[in-house]
């Protein structure tokens, strides 16, 4: 059913030429036939093809555990020379995220070459949910209590993850509990993961 629908999307562009438009469509097969780990698709009834919908699931051991995160690559007529820009659609609290959604991460910034795919993008944006990056935050808040207090940095993740990222259907029938009641073993498990995943995953 995606296939045909991206079809109509090359008569909705007039900015991109044909070869890029083709390479996004190209793209986006790819990420719906073979999908990311966490990841979705989302195909929008609005859509452009320099625009590109996802959906992120939380990662277990991360405060975002159970959240869906809708989020967006934006293409401009310079793609793929230039990299797209990408925005958390969903509010988080995230060093790397700004309060207006913005995504920071290298792959999209000094990192980018004309090669990365936007399904590598889509992974590396999901791969920061799991290992943030304090230092390079958009955040300075939520950086900072990364830093120097990642129980509170957590605690204040799951209060926003449980008011905007789950819905309160998927609560019910999962019986997650709610922020308040998390215990400090919980805290502990989920600090533990952070620490050793920073440990053995590259810089993305």
Not at 29 to 35: A, G, T
Not at 123 to 131: A, F
Not at 141 to 146: M, R, T, V
Request: charged share 25%; with cysteine; aromatic share 6%.
């Amino acid at each position: 059913l995606v296939k045909y629908h991206l079809l109509i999307y090359i008569t909705m562009t007039d900015s991109l030429p044909p070869h890029i438009v083709g390479r996004i469509l190209s793209e986006i097969r790819e990420i719906v036939k073979h999908p990311i780990d966490g990841v979705s698709y989302l195909e929008e009834d609005n859509n452009s093809v320099n625009t590109v919908h996802a959906l992120i699931q939380g990662p277990e051991g991360t405060p975002f555990i159970g959240g869906k995160f809708r989020m967006k690559l934006v293409l401009s007529n310079e793609y793929p020379s230039v990299p797209p820009r990408g925005y958390f659609l969903t509010r988080i609290y995230h060093p790397n995220v700004s309060p207006n959604g913005d995504i920071c991460v290298n792959t999209l910034k000094k990192d980018w070459t004309p090669d990365v795919t936007l399904k590598h993008v889509l992974q590396v944006i999901r791969c920061l949910l799991i290992v943030p990056f304090p230092e390079s935050s958009l955040n300075d808040e939520a950086g900072k209590l990364f830093m120097e207090s990642y129980d509170e940095f957590a605690r204040r993740a799951r209060i926003m993850t449980q008011v905007h990222a789950i819905d309160s259907t998927d609560e019910n029938e999962s019986g997650a509990t709610t922020v308040d009641s998390q215990t400090n073993e919980q805290n502990k498990k989920a600090k533990d993961i952070q620490t050793a995943k920073k440990k053995s995953l590259k810089r993305l």
